[in-house]
């Protein structure tokens, strides 16, 4: 089992920043990639962005206003969102991909966290 525990979340002014961070815990093994996704209402899924242990990607479309990193001490990843405007509205999910202790592949999902753009 894998936990992951998302925080950050909130309400910000257009043009405000948020930092983001999820804390993965539990039969952790090695994690593969840990990153980023947002769901608007009435809209699916999407990628934000991801980083694995060499690689670090995002969506093109946030024309660089988002930064991942990761803390792998910590097993912790981290999203910093600037520039923030009503289009970055959105429930934020973690996700990790993990090799856990049992050397089973585990696909975890945190609860979601909430940021709201709006003056």
């Known amino acids: 089992q894998v936990q992951l525990v998302e925080s950050g979340g909130g309400l910000v002014q257009p043009g405000g920043s948020l930092r983001l961070s999820c804390a993965a815990s539990?039969?952790?093994?090695?994690?593969?990639?840990m990153g980023w996704y947002r769901q608007a209402p009435g809209k699916q899924r999407e990628l934000v962005a991801v980083?694995?242990?060499?690689?670090?990607g995002d969506a093109g479309s946030l024309e660089g206003r988002f930064t991942i990193s990761r803390d792998n001490a910590k097993n912790t990843v981290y999203l910093q969102m600037n520039s923030l405007n009503s289009g970055d509205t959105a429930v934020y999910y973690c996700?990790?991909?993990?090799?856990?202790?049992?050397?089973?592949?585990?696909?975890?999902w945190g609860q979601g966290t909430q940021v709201t753009v709006s003056s």
């Open positions: 996700n990790a991909r993990v090799l856990t202790i049992g050397s089973a592949l585990s696909d975890s």
């Open positions: 539990g039969s952790i093994f090695k994690i593969n990639s």
């Open positions: 980083v694995t242990s060499s690689v670090t």
